[in-house]
């Protein structure tokens, strides 16, 4: 059975769903915010609560990895792309080509893009940390300044310093 809850965070409305205990889900904005409203399931805050709590201590700046069940819906491919996300450590970032190269493919670049922008659980599978070959914010299904947001709330005094974006 799925289970949702919606909240607030510094980059808008979460909404965060759950299917038998793992997150299948997480965006941003409410249920009228793009989710698609028929597969939210019935609202939830206590069963999702360690959801929300790590939610929250992350965008406090106090948690900086998530220890939660996932089982976002998708292909074997893009399964293999949201793995790779999820090793792209805190503060840190990859480009698409990085990525393609992990997989064994730099002519995969466009289809692992492809894959990162269908990530369903967007912050704890951490696709904001994808960024262009020469270093450039490109593409967030959340938008650009959502992106640049979760970023620098990630990196370190070092590299606020000599930052791109």
């Not at 790779?84 to 503060?91: D, H, S, T």
Request: hydrophobic share 40%; glycine share 14%; with cysteine.
């Amino acid at each position: 059975m799925r289970t949702h809850t919606t909240l607030p965070s510094p980059v808008g409305d979460l909404t965060v769903v759950a299917e038998s205990g793992s997150l299948v889900r997480l965006s941003m904005g409410g249920p009228k915010g793009g989710v698609d409203a028929g597969g939210l399931g019935r609202r939830d805050d206590r069963g999702l609560a360690a959801a929300v709590k790590q939610l929250e201590e992350y965008f406090r700046g106090s948690r900086t990895t998530f220890e939660l069940s996932l089982a976002p819906e998708g292909n074997s491919f893009q399964h293999r792309v949201w793995e790779l996300l999820m090793q792209i450590p805190y503060g840190q970032t990859r480009s698409y080509g990085d990525l393609a190269r992990a997989l064994g493919d730099v002519t995969l670049s466009q289809a692992v893009g492809a894959a990162n922008g269908r990530n369903p659980i967007a912050i704890v599978v951490p696709c904001h940390r994808v960024i262009g070959t020469d270093g450039s914010l490109v593409g967030y299904a959340g938008g650009l300044e959502r992106k640049r947001f979760l970023l620098a709330l990630e990196e370190s005094a070092e590299t606020r310093a000599g930052r791109l974006f």
